[in-house]
C-alpha cells in the first residue's frame, strides 16, 4: 500500500492475526476501528498478514466496503485513499453475514477462520451494544472459537460494563464463564490516550514531583473533562446512563487511579493493575446523607456554543421533555491512605460547556505566609496541570514578580507541550489495539476494578434513582453555583479551563 501522510509509529509489529468485528457495519468500526487500522498498516504496526473478517447483517460487501471506505475519507482525512489504494486494502476483508444469536452466523464465522490458512491467532471485538456481548462469547465457546489451543483467542469489549454493580457483577460472571479472564480485555479509550499514558512516565520517570505527591503538600486534585458537543444521536443511551454513569465511572475514575497509585513493583499489566485496585479499594464510601453535599448534577438548557445556538437536553431528538437526566456530574471523593488522608479528589465533567478540555488538576497548598505587600494581586496556590486534550502537555503555574520597582506578583505559567514538533499523538484506538494484538493489559480494566468502581457510586446511583428535578446550566457557560460548594475549604476552588 502506498504511504499516505502518517505519524511515524513505534512499536513491535503484531503476529499475523484473524481481526473479526462484530457490528462491523456500525459507526464505532467506521468512524475508529477501520482508520486505526489502517494507520498501523501503514506504519508497519499490523502484520501485513492480518486479515479482517466483519460480521454484519443486511448489507452487501460492496454497500459495507463502500461505507468503510467513506468513513476514512470522513473521520482520518490524514489518511486520504484513493479507489485504488482502497481495492488493494479490501483484499484482506471477508465478510460474515448473520444474526448475533444464530448458530450458523458462528458455524459461517468458523468456516471463514479456516479458510485463512496460516494464521491461528484470532481477535474479536465487539463494536455490538453491550446487551449483546454475552451472546457473542456463548456463540465463540460453542464453536470452540474461544479454545487457545494453537494461537491466542482475545474479545474486546467497549464500556458499559453493566449499568450498576449488579448488571456489571452479572456480565463478569457471564462472561468467566465461558472464557478465560486474561482472554478478556474491557477497553477504556481513555486510558489509550497517549498523554494519560504520559502521567506514569511523569510520574515515575522524574524524581521531582514523587516527594510532593502526597497530602503534605497537595490541597486538592481535579480531574475533568469538559465537552462542547451535546448528546448528539444517543439520546437512547444517554437517557438511561446521564453523565455519571457516562464519564466518571469508567474514564475519570480509571485516570485518578493512575494518578494516586502508588509505584507498581514493575510495569505489567497485573503489578499496575494491582496498585489501581488499591485505589479504588481505598475510596471513602459515601453515605446516603452525603450525597447533596458530594456531588452535582445538572443538565444544559438552550445557550450559544461556538457561536451557535444550541438547543436544551430536554429538546434533543429521543429526549422526554421532562428528563431529570444529568448531562453534568461532579463527585468530591476521598481516599482513606497514608499518602491521600485529607486531600480532595474532584471528578467532573458535562456536556455543552464552553469548551473541549481535559485536563488533571493538582492544586498545591497556599504558601505558607504572604511576604510580599502584593494586596491587589496575593500569590496563588501553585498548580500542576495535565492537560489530556487539547493541547496535550504539562503546565505549572507559578508566582513570578511584576516587572517594575514594587515586588507586586503577576501569575506565570510555564508550558510544556507534550509533543515539541507539533507532531501528531497516537490515537487512542490504535494503541489499544496494539496491546490487544500484542498481548499487554495493562491499559485494560479487570473485572474487580469495574466491580469496584461500581460500588464507589453506587450510593450516589441510588440517591439520585428518584429524583424529579435538576439543576439547569446555559449551554456554553460555566454558571453552576452548586459547583463553589463542592469546593468548600479547596484553595483557589473551581478551575474552570481556559
Ligand atoms: C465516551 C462517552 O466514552 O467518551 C462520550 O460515551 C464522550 O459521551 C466520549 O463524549 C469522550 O471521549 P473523548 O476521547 O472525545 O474525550
Redesign the pocket.
Known amino acids: 500500500m502506498q504511504e499516505g501522510k502518517v505519524t511515524q509509529c513505534i512499536g513491535e509489529p503484531t503476529e499475523p492475526t484473524n481481526i473479526v468485528i462484530f457490528g462491523a457495519g456500525g459507526d464505532l468500526t467506521k468512524r475508529k476501528l477501520i482508520p486505526a487500522l489502517v494507520k498501523m498498516l501503514r506504519c508497519g504496526l499490523l502484520h501485513t498478514d492480518c486479515k479482517i473478517i466483519g460480521v454484519l447483517k443486511g448489507r452487501t460487501r460492496e454497500v459495507w466496503l463502500e461505507a468503510l471506505h467513506q468513513g476514512i475519507n470522513q473521520y482520518a482525512p490524514e489518511l486520504p485513499m484513493d479507489a485504488q489504494q482502497w481495492q488493494e486494502f479490501t483484499t484482506r476483508f471477508k465478510m460474515v453475514s448473520g444474526d448475533l444469536e444464530s448458530d450458523q452466523t458462528y458455524l459461517d464465522l468458523s468456516e471463514a477462520l479456516e479458510s485463512l490458512e496460516g494464521r491461528t491467532n484470532a481477535m474479536f471485538y465487539c463494536a455490538i451494544p453491550p446487551n449483546w456481548y454475552t451472546t457473542v462469547a456463548a456463540g465463540l465457546h460453542k464453536q470452540g472459537l474461544a479454545l487457545e489451543t494453537e494461537g491466542f483467542r482475545r474479545v474486546v469489549i467497549e464500556?458499559p460494563f453493566g449499568m450498576d454493580l449488579e448488571t456489571a457483577r452479572q456480565l463478569n460472571h457471564d462472561l468467566q464463564e465461558l472464557l478465560n479472564e486474561s482472554q478478556i480485555y474491557r477497553i477504556d479509550?481513555?486510558l489509550g490516550?497517549e498523554s494519560v499514558q504520559n502521567l506514569l512516565v511523569y510520574r515515575f520517570a522524574n524524581s521531582i514531583l514523587e516527594p510532593l505527591w502526597n497530602r503534605n503538600f497537595i490541597d486538592h486534585i481535579q480531574i475533568s473533562?469538559a465537552?462542547s458537543?451535546g448528546?448528539e444521536y444517543?439520546a437512547n443511551y444517554?437517557e438511561k446512563s446521564g453523565a455519571l454513569r457516562?464519564?466518571i465511572q469508567?474514564?475519570l475514575m480509571q485516570v485518578m487511579t493512575l494518578v494516586a497509585m502508588e509505584p507498581p513493583v514493575e510495569f505489567t499489566a497485573d503489578a499496575v493493575r494491582d496498585e489501581k485496585i488499591k485505589v479504588l479499594r481505598a475510596v471513602r464510601q459515601i453515605e446516603t446523607s452525603s450525597v447533596p453535599h458530594q456531588t452535582v448534577a445538572a443538565q444544559y438548557g438552550s445557550g450559544t456554543v461556538n457561536d451557535e445556538k444550541t438547543k436544551a437536553y430536554v429538546a434533543e431528538d429521543g429526549v422526554s421533555p421532562d428528563s431529570v437526566s444529568e448531562t453534568f456530574a461532579a463527585v468530591r471523593l476521598h481516599i482513606d491512605n497514608w499518602r491521600w488522608q485529607g486531600v480532595p479528589f474532584i471528578l467532573w465533567t458535562g456536556?455543552r460547556l464552553p469548551k473541549?478540555v481535559?485536563e488533571i488538576v493538582i492544586r498545591f497548598r497556599k504558601p505558607p505566609f504572604n511576604l510580599f505587600d502584593t494586596h491587589a494581586n496575593p500569590p496563588i496556590a501553585n498548580s500542576l496541570v495535565f492537560r489530556l486534550?487539547p493541547d496535550e502537555g504539562i503546565f505549572l503555574r507559578m508566582n513570578a514578580k511584576m516587572p517594575g520597582l514594587t515586588t507586586d506578583t503577576k501569575r506565570m505559567v510555564m508550558r510544556a507541550p507534550y509533543s515539541e514538533d507539533g507532531a501528531d499523538v497516537s490515537d487512542?484506538y490504535e494503541v489499544l489495539l496494539h496491546d490487544v494484538l500484542t498481548g499487554d493489559a495493562t491499559l485494560f480494566s479487570r473485572a474487580d476494578e469495574v466491580e469496584k468502581s461500581w460500588s464507589i457510586i453506587e450510593p450516589i446511583l441510588n440517591a439520585w434513582k428518584d429524583r424529579i428535578s435538576v439543576v439547569r446550566y446555559r449551554a456554553g457557560t460555566w454558571d453552576i453555583p452548586e459547583m463553589d460548594a463542592l469546593f468548600e475549604n479547596c484553595v483557589g476552588g473551581w478551575h474552570k479551563p481556559s
Open positions: 464500556k479509550h481513555y490516550k473533562a465537552e458537543i448528546i444517543r444517554y457516562d464519564m469508567s474514564h456536556k473541549r481535559s486534550h487512542a
